[in-house]
């Protein structure tokens, strides 16, 4: 028996792992996946399964490149750190003769010269025989299984199915794929992978799978019955205050889900109000942001509401319609990319809704969600700044907030007024 | 987990009912020379002196104060030896052999209570610096210095929350004596001339508010009062424990003789009772043995200068199958691992945890911000650990990395298993070399 010494605290919450964090997201998605399974059949399974698919490879591939990369590094280290050397030597002895002009310095020099080729030769040669021996090596062995790889923690599944239930039903395979390799390597590796990403890497994926398949994506191309194709986000963006939404789908399908076209997991307003249930009751997520972000936007359409004559509907489809439920809950809610004290969590879900329901009032695109958690990502750093971030609302902070939060809806009504 | 959460299981069920065993007659003791706050001292005694209990045998020097050391049995002097103190760190003690006749030194005699009536607080305060009495919770600051403020006290509060799990030594304190901290908080409360006195228990520990209770009722002339506090930690932090108990916010920084409070820990107060009723020094001190390492934990009175060891040997020892185990002097979340169980128990050992030694793997910070969330001085540790990481001294000024009271709040909620504490230690070591 022998006795270690530690620093403390000598204890660690058994409850909070990072694993039971992403696996509780997964759980979350499940009802969701049987959904999208049951409304668009096998198409559903096999888009998930290949958005997971593609993040999982690409992650496994990258992960084993730059091992690889590392290995070869740590190889040739020690005959290059000796050649390294006596370069450096050289150059001192050589910057000293001159400097100081003295006949011992140029001595020293002149006698390290001497030798310098003969010393030199032999090292550059073995490190030539040890380069070629290299892929032998013993330390140079493949692992098949890679200790930074994140599927253990159900980390990258998470962001796969996140992406998958964000695309529509009748999209090609490929391109899904395409989407998932460029989304979790730009967005999620070469930061750094795991915790050091500055973008949602399922948001990233998807808005790159909008940007460049663009054509592929749109609801109607790919069903035949044009009416029913088109979604109610897509409806109000032809005409802000088009209040036929409502006869195409009623405010109880919008919020079912049942027989509604749309991404494959975003319909079921109901499952993912279930997911989010589930996930506060195991507070897997901070409940901050996605009651901050969807009372935004409801807060927002509201005012609109009152501003125009309109009636509930309004609001209601704003919630209910589009993907912003899912967004809040399943995205915006992703605690690597939020800020990290809690008014910082309020301020960034606010602007999450702000810049939400302007993409989608003023915006050419239906749909906001996915470009506003990826704008909003970029100001995380910002509202982290050890300068201001401070772990509660002082006075100051809470009525300049809400100066800024009144500016919003007066700013928004004002440009509906001229729009509409 | 991603919430605020300042619950910490606390692992006492089993210790709370267990009774106190006296151990009262160690073959040797061994007292500590340099004290917490004293680095250097004097030594009155010398090998093959004839001691009594509660002697002066020698004087710490803690700059502005000094502190008589006393003897804690009656025996003859063996010398001096090296023995690990609770920061774990080798310091000089003397041996003294016991002779187990406990025989009392002259000085030590009970003042009657008609004589306490009349004291004043200067009196009080004479008797405590004289008695070498420091804070028993573990801030060892002498007491006299907290006792004698020219600050104007209106409420004393007695900490009695013990926030730290594994922890029953303060709970079987008040189960054992009751009436002895009743006393002592009446004697501070008549030195400072306060109004009010406050008991401060976490609200979970029912008994302990009976016992207290059914003891308040005989001091009814006093206006005493039972906070009951929630189960927090850390609630036992002095500043958190005044907030909670009388509602006034204590900075941290500022002491808090300054806003009318004065607060003792509740072992403390059972030794001004001690001291000033029967001249004593603190000679014997509630500890628990206790963690999951160690055959059968134990709540145990033992002397001053008891060997750790004997002690753990007293719980029938180290369980045989735990190959690394840490011993622990204080607290599983604030106390300090100590290199070997060659140790002694201090006037300020609260307990010795002995735990079987566990890894933990980090994984990479996810920002949950549990422990920014969780942290009771509002400050950002996952913040201080990115500045500390880049050696950012400025970004540490700005996130307050000072203001850490190092309670280990952080590292417990994280949801990685980095040790974010370690990291803002670093972040005030940062600051303080400035």
């Known amino acids: 028996m022998e006795i270690v010494t530690k620093s403390s605290p000598h204890l660690r919450r058994p409850q909070a792992r990072v694993t039971r964090m992403m696996r509780d997201v997964s759980i979350a998605l499940l009802p969701l996946v049987v959904f999208a399974i049951v409304q668009h059949g096998l198409t559903a399974l096999w888009i998930l399964l290949a958005a997971v698919f593609s993040m999982a490879v690409t992650e496994y591939i990258y992960y084993q490149v730059t091992d690889w990369l590392e290995r070869l590094k740590e190889a040739k280290s020690e005959t290059e750190k000796s050649i390294r050397d006596l370069k450096a030597e050289k150059k001192e002895l050589r910057a000293e003769a001159r400097q100081k002009k003295t006949e011992e310095a140029k001595e020293a020099y002149a006698s390290f010269l001497s030798d310098y080729k003969e010393k030199l030769a032999p090292l550059k040669k073995e490190l030539k025989e040890e380069n070629k021996k290299a892929p032998t090596d013993e330390n140079k062995s493949f692992r098949l299984w890679n200790r930074r790889f994140t599927l253990t923690n159900f980390s990258v599944v998470t962001s796969g199915v996140i992406y998958g239930l964000t695309l529509p039903d009748r999209i090609p395979l490929v391109v899904v794929m395409i989407g998932g390799a460029i989304g979790i390597l730009l967005a999620k590796l070469i930061f750094g992978g795991m915790g050091q990403n500055i973008f949602n890497p399922a948001a990233f994926a998807r808005v790159f799978v909008v940007l460049s398949f663009g054509t592929l994506l749109s609801y109607e191309t790919f069903v035949a019955d044009g009416a029913a194709g088109a979604t109610a986000m897509s409806i109000l963006n032809e005409n802000i205050f088009d209040s036929t939404v409502t006869e195409h789908y009623g405010i109880w399908t919008l919020f079912s889900g049942i027989g509604l076209p749309g991404s494959l997991g975003e319909t079921s307003a109901l499952l993912i109000l279930v997911g989010g249930l589930y996930l506060a009751l195991r507070r897997s997520f901070d409940l901050v942001v996605p009651l901050t972000y969807i009372g935004t936007v409801f807060l927002l359409s509201l005012s609109v509401m009152f501003a125009q004559g309109l009636d509930f509907w309004f609001p209601l489809v704003h919630l209910f319609g589009g993907g912003l439920l899912f967004g809040a809950i399943f995205m915006a809610t992703d605690p690597i990319t939020s800020p990290v004290t809690r008014p910082g969590r309020i301020y960034f879900a606010f602007g999450l809704g702000l810049v939400t329901f302007l993409i989608r009032i003023f915006g050419n695109l239906p749909e906001g969600v996915v470009f506003a958690i990826l704008i909003m990502n970029m100001f995380v750093p910002a509202l982290d700044y050890p300068k201001w971030a401070r772990n509660r609302f002082s006075v100051r902070a809470a009525v300049i907030f809400s100066m800024v939060v009144v500016a919003a809806i007066i700013i928004t009504n004002v440009g509906v007024h001229y729009v509409g | ?434």
């Open chain 2, 1 to 434: 987990m991603i919430t605020g959460s300042k619950r910490v299981s606390d692992y006492k069920q089993l210790m709370k009912e267990l009774p106190t065993l006296r151990h009262v007659d160690p073959e040797k003791v061994y007292i500590n020379l340099p004290g917490e706050r004293c680095p250097k001292y004097t030594v009155k005694v010398e090998k093959g002196d004839k001691v009594k209990l509660g002697e002066i045998i020698g004087e710490r020097d803690g700059g502005f104060f000094k502190q008589p050391i006393y003897s804690t049995v009656s025996g003859v002097v063996e010398g001096t030896t090296e023995k690990t103190d609770p920061t774990g760190e080798k310091i000089e003690c003397v041996v003294i052999k016991n002779d187990h006749q406990d025989t009392y030194h002259e000085s030590i005699t009970d003042r009657p209570d008609s004589v306490i009536a009349d004291f004043k607080k200067k009196d009080f305060v004479e008797i405590l610096r004289e008695k070498g009495l420091v804070g028993l919770g573990g801030a060892a600051f002498p007491s006299y210095i907290k006792l004698d403020t020219d600050k104007d006290i209106h409420t004393v509060v007695i900490n009695a929350v013990e926030c730290e799990p594994y922890l029953s030594s303060d709970y079987r304190l008040i189960k054992d004596q009751p009436e002895d901290i009743f006393k002592g908080l009446s004697y501070v409360m008549q030195a400072v001339e306060a109004e009010r006195g406050v008991i401060a228990v976490k609200k979970t520990k029912r008994e302990l508010i009976e016992v207290l209770e059914r003891e308040l009722a005989r001091f009814a002339d006093l206006d005493i009062r039972i906070a009951e506090l929630d189960d927090y930690y850390p609630q036992g932090w002095e500043n958190a424990t005044f907030e909670k108990a009388t509602g006034i916010k204590v900075d941290v920084g500022t002491l808090p003789m300054e806003k009318g409070i004065l607060g003792f820990n509740v072992s403390t107060c059972a030794a001004v009772y001690e001291a000033v009723k029967h001249n004593l020094p603190v000679i014997k001190r509630h500890l628990t043995v206790n963690g999951d390492a160690v055959k059968f934990p134990q709540n145990i009175r033992a002397r001053v200068g008891t060997s750790v060891k004997e002690l753990i040997e007293l719980c029938d020892g180290y369980r045989e199958d735990v190959d690394e185990v840490q011993v622990i002097i204080g607290g599983p979340m604030m106390g300090k691992s100590i290199p070997d169980d060659d140790a002694i128990v201090t006037q300020t050992t609260t307990s010795v945890l002995v735990f079987e030694s566990a890894e933990y793997v980090e994984e990479p910070c996810v920002r949950c911000a549990s422990c920014v969330y969780s942290c009771p001085v509002d400050i950002q540790p996952v913040s201080i650990m990115n500045a500390v990481k880049r050696n950012d001294e400025k970004s540490a000024q700005d996130l307050r990395a000072d203001r850490c009271i190092e309670c280990g709040l952080c590292a417990y909620v994280c949801t990685s298993k980095i040790h974010v504490t370690d990291y803002v230690r670093k972040g005030k070591a940062l600051l303080q070399n400035k």
